[in-house]
């Protein structure tokens, strides 16, 4: 696997990149704004995979995106690389409408100048930048919605503001670092994997500087700015929807 080819499939310069929140940034931006979170292997019933390599054949090789224990991994994988201090941990998702109860969201905490950022690179439409866990005043702004983390007793929760209707949790997490054992089995009971290609709803969302696209099962949406557009699309038009608006080829 090489470090330069990740770095350019995710538009950064593969220049020497020095271990600072300024460059963490630039590197968890440039990943959402060129690899999308996809669920299309449910759709295709195809099986996932979190072994490293075949989760660089995916996004890096083929231009594809990918789930969190995909994407996360691999960003994690990079991140480590260029010398950052990363581990994963998992996240109790509220909205389980794309992953089941049983899967627990996979993310990322950083650690630079001994403070811990939540980092998360495949979440849909989510916080673009890294989080100090510890400052619940701070708030990120991204598509028009606010998020800042808050911290409980025994777990923090990442929350979001949506037009000012008050703010909800997106996911709750404790800072327990996993391993890729941890959820390497997650997929590979064949129930599960059936349960999910017949009955997940398709998902194709890819952050734009000013806005978002979004691949449902029958329709596409272009977010930017303030404009807002959607139409429907067939089962035939897929493929080309892909191609365009995600530059993959299924």
């Not at 220049?15 to 704004?33: P, T």
């Not at 390599?53 to 231009?63: D, G, P």
């Not at 990442?158 to 390497?184: A, C, M, Q």
């Amino acid at each position: 696997m090489e470090i330069d080819k990740i770095l350019s499939r995710i538009g950064m310069d593969t220049q020497d990149i020095e271990i600072n929140l300024e460059n963490l940034k630039k590197l968890q931006e440039s990943y959402i704004l060129n690899v999308p979170y996809e669920n299309l292997d449910f759709v295709l019933n195809r099986g996932f995979n979190v072994n490293i390599f075949k989760i660089y054949e995916k996004i890096v090789e083929n231009n594809r995106g990918g789930i969190c224990y995909e994407s996360n991994t691999l960003f994690a994988y990079l991140l480590n690389t260029l010398g950052f201090n990363v581990k994963m941990i998992f996240a109790k998702v509220d909205d389980l409408t794309y992953i089941g109860k049983d899967y627990p969201h996979l993310t990322l905490i950083v650690t630079i100048d001994n403070k811990e950022y939540l980092v998360d690179v495949a979440n849909g439409q989510n916080v673009r930048e890294p989080m100090y866990i510890e400052d619940e005043r701070f708030i990120s702004i991204a598509e028009q919605i606010e998020y800042r983390i808050s911290k409980q007793k025994d777990f923090y929760s990442l929350e979001f503001n949506h037009r000012h209707k008050g703010w909800t949790p997106r996911y709750h997490f404790k800072i327990e670092e996993k391993n890729v054992s941890d959820f390497e089995g997650v997929f590979k009971d064949e129930g599960n994997m059936e349960h999910f290609s017949n009955h997940a709803p398709l998902l194709v969302t890819q952050a734009l500087k000013n806005g978002r696209v979004t691949l449902t099962d029958e329709q596409m949406t272009l977010k930017e700015d303030e404009n807002k557009k959607s139409w429907n699309i067939s089962l035939e038009n897929r493929a080309e929807v892909l191609r365009d608006y995600f530059k993959m080829e299924i």
